[in-house]
């Protein structure tokens, strides 16, 4: 089992910056693809952000890219959403979710594929 805790939002204006981070605990970090989702209120849960395994590859959806960089820390456990440039379009609960051990250096963006998941950190970007 993996446990996902994810931290570090909260109200922000718009044009302001966030760092989430995602805490995971139980088995060998370093072997999992991990993402980034978020859901805003009547909306469904979409995909934000994907990192291989390895760090060395990761994806964007198109409303975050140039915005948002995803990064990893295996030592720590921890994976980031680092979030410049804010919108209000932005404000979701983002929900981390993890992938693995994982046969291969891929990126994943379909939440289905995804084994375990956070419990969500609330953003808010106001105008």
């Known amino acids: 089992q993996v446990q996902l805790v994810e931290s570090g939002g909260g109200l922000v204006q718009a044009g302001g910056s966030l760092r989430l981070s995602c805490a995971a605990s139980g088995r060998i970090f370093g072997s999992y693809a991990m993402g980034w989702f978020r859901q805003a209120p009547g909306k469904e849960r979409e995909f934000v952000a994907a990192?291989?395994?390895?760090?060395?590859?990761?994806y964007y959806s198109d409303s975050v890219k140039d915005r948002f960089t995803i990064s990893r820390d295996d030592v720590k456990s921890t994976v980031y959403l680092e979030m410049n440039s804010l919108k209000p379009e932005d404000t979701a609960v983002y929900y981390c979710?993890?992938?693995?051990?994982?046969?291969?250096?891929?990126?994943?963006?379909?939440?289905?594929?995804?084994?375990?998941w956070g419990q969500g950190t609330q953003v808010t970007v106001s105008s």
């Open positions: 979710a993890a992938d693995g051990p994982a046969w291969r250096d891929r990126l994943i963006t379909l939440a289905s594929e995804y084994d375990y």
């Open positions: 990192i291989s395994r390895s760090g060395g590859r990761t």
